[in-house]
């Protein structure tokens, strides 16, 4: 079989690699030139918006997905109909504006921080009085990694804030104090199978993912059951095929949704190795109609990024229960080069070699 994928960085590297071994080849487009998926599977250099490019790359595939979120509807228009694009439009819209993926949220019982429009500065005001300080105020669009975001604390910021941010669409959250961040995955198929993997905890820097723990430490069944039915909710209600992943907070006994990810996501790297079935492979056999692979979990998991730097391979694997994943890409800071799962029954051994391997890179 033949899958398109739109973007060729290091989760198109990935989806390509899992599709290997069940036959399916990938054909991918990317307006760059040297890509991370280029390095290992077949790369045709256009843009996204380019109908010609389009065309070539649909030209006898099974099924088109994508990379990343911000995909341009029209592309997606222009390719449906002649070959399924998997997960399907309405997905994108969602996670493409947060105003529509909050209210989203809200309208299937999903719990969110407080949040309100905020496109012009009355509208900023009312959303202050609304949503309380601090607050977050995000742009609703092409937001990634905490790009576009600013706190406000007091009413003076508000003034600043909308200058720093205001003139395009905006969105004011609740700053909520988490005592963690948690990521659910899951799979769905084109016959409404689901699969949902062990909801992990997640740690950042500066907004860049740094490292996941599979499955995230004392959660408690009644936690883990509440995120599985929020994206099952999710999956089901998109009528989503392919693997999703929702991010959440944990504060007090509540699940805050922050967004989704209509694709393959970084927490879920470890499942390379931590599940029975990858999450590539599976959104892979999803998105070409093919049955689903078991989520179950092979034991204890982490995932370590690499970032902004490459260490040696030796330096990596000279500790046992890692498993190195290098992108094939050049070390710029904050770039995100590669990562390591760690992988063994002992949770304590997992965390242990975490802590050895971590800072590798630089970051802390
Ligand atoms: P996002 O781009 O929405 O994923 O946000 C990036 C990071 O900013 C998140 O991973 C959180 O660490 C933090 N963040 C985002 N929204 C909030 C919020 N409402 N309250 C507190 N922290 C937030």
Known sequence: MRLGILGAGQLGRMIALAGYPLGVRCQLLDPAPDTSASQVASVISGRYDDPDMLDRLVTRLDAVTYEFENVDIAAVEHLDGRVPVRPGRRALEVAQDRLAEKSFFQDHDIETPAFAPADTLDE???????????????????????????????????????????????????????????????????????????????????????????????????????????????????????????????????????????????????????????????????VLGMPLGSTSMRGHAAMVNLIGALPTADQVLAHPHTHLHLYGKEPRPGRKVGHVTVRHDDPEVVRRTVERIRGLDGTL
Not at 124 to 148: E, I, M, Q
Not at 162 to 185: D, N, Q, T, Y
Not at 260 to 282: D, L
């Open 124 to 286: 900023l005001r009312s959303a202050v009085a609304h949503v309380g300080l601090p607050a977050v105020l995000k742009t609703r669009r092409l937001g990634y990694d905490g790009k576009g975001q600013v706190v406000l604390r007091e009413e003076v910021d508000i003034e600043r804030a909308w200058e720093l941010g205001g003139g395009v669409p905006l969105i004011l959250e609740a700053f909520v104090p988490f005592e963690r961040e948690l990521s659910v995955l899951a799979v769905r198929g084109v016959d409404g199978d689901m699969g949902c993997y062990p909801v992990v905890e997640n740690h950042h820097v500066e907004g860049i993912l740094t490292r996941s723990y599979a499955p995230a430490s004392d959660l408690g069944p009644e936690l883990e059951e509440r995120a599985r039915s929020y994206v099952r909710r999710l999956l089901t209600d998109l009528d989503y095929v392919g693997v999703l992943a929702l991010e959440l907070f944990q504060a007090e006994g509540r699940l805050l949704a922050n967004e989704i990810a209509p694709r393959v996501h970084n927490s879920g790297h470890w499942t390379i190795e931590g599940a029975e079935t990858s999450q590539f492979e599976n959104h892979v056999r999803a």
